[in-house]
């Protein structure tokens, strides 16, 4: 069964950080470029963040960018979320997506199915 | 950065009813649009992906059409489980979301 797992939210301070866990099942990662999403609480979408096959492309949303960094590894078919800095904005459901066609950009077809991340003193 | 205008934000029908959302974007993404469903508390699910292609598995009731800057998502006849927040999002330059259109009854 083709799934993604989300693991690593919580509540956190104000200027904490947090390591976001996505694990994939079903198919290989590695085949797959993949991203990290976020949702506020009763808000729209927001792409935040993806990375190439074999990490050589990341790029970030200007809301994240110096804060967030992506990786994956592909051996234990994880793909990570490091959040540094977190403010109270940050504070929304993250999920993790695959795009749907082998090795290029494209719509996502697989989500997770979230994991909170709450930022409160 | 693109930008990805929905409308309208919210839209209220009945079952039986033809629905249609648009989605525009800043500036021309070609073909590289997809449309998702959202229900409360759920990750969202692909509808259709490359401005018009039906995910397997999707009702045929679902269409899209459009490419350039003006798309368009069609219900040609809504059903019970179709009441959910629909997003539009581009795949040209990076990925950008639309800001939803709520369909209630």
């Known amino acids: 069964q083709v799934q993604l797992v989300e693991s690593g939210g919580g509540l956190v301070k104000p200027g904490g950080s947090l390591r976001l866990s996505c694990a994939a099942s079903?198919?290989?990662?590695?085949?797959?470029?993949m991203s990290w999403i976020r949702q506020a609480p009763g808000k729209g979408l927001e792409w935040i963040s993806y990375i190439s096959t074999g990490s050589s492309y990341t790029n970030f949303a200007d809301s994240v960018k110096g804060r967030f960094t992506i990786s994956r590894d592909n051996a234990k078919n994880s793909l990570y979320l490091q959040v540094n800095s977190l403010r109270a904005e940050d504070t929304a459901v993250y999920y993790c997506?695959?795009?749907?066609?082998?090795?290029?950009?494209?719509?996502?077809?697989?989500w997770g199915q979230g994991t909170m991340v709450t930022v409160s003193s | 950065d693109i930008q990805m205008t929905q409308s309208p934000s919210t839209l209220s029908a009945s079952v039986g009813d033809r629905v249609t959302i648009t989605c525009r974007a800043s500036q021309s993404i070609s073909s590289w649009l997809a449309w998702y469903q959202q229900k409360p508390g759920k990750a969202p699910k692909l509808l259709i992906y490359?401005?018009?292609s039906l995910e397997s598995g999707v009702p045929s009731r679902f269409s899209g059409s459009g490419s350039g800057t003006d798309f368009t998502l069609t219900i040609s006849s809504l059903q019970p489980d179709d009441f959910a927040t629909y997003y539009c999002q581009q795949y040209d330059t990076y990925r950008t979301f639309g800001q939803g259109t709520k369909v209630e009854i």
């Open positions: 997506a695959r795009d749907r066609r082998k090795g290029i950009i494209s719509a996502f077809d697989i």
């Open positions: 490359d401005a018009s």
């Open positions: 079903g198919f290989t990662l590695s085949d797959y470029y």
